[in-house]
């Protein structure tokens, strides 16, 4: 049940942060460069969220974490 809910909540962050991204290249329309675009988006916060979602997303969907550990 942890999973599901994390899984949920990673889902949710990523697609809000990835729509934020999304809509700070209309910055391109109202004449910046593609530069000074880039150079926005990396310095927000929503990158770094929807990067650290998706990391969370891949190791829930391929079960990269031990159900147990081996030495027990």
Avoid: H, K, Q
């Avoid at 990523?14 to 004449?31: E, H, K």
């Avoid at 675009?37 to 929807?50: D, G, P, Q, R, S």
């Amino acid at each position: 049940m942890f999973r599901f809910m994390l899984f949920l909540f990673s889902y949710g962050i990523c697609v809000m942060s990835v729509g934020n991204l999304l809509l700070y290249l209309n910055y391109r329309t109202l004449g910046y460069s593609w530069s000074a675009v880039w150079a926005f988006i990396v310095t927000t916060n929503e990158l770094y969220m929807a990067i650290g979602s998706i990391v969370i997303l891949f190791i829930l969907i391929f079960d990269l974490s031990p159900s147990r550990f081996p030495f027990v």
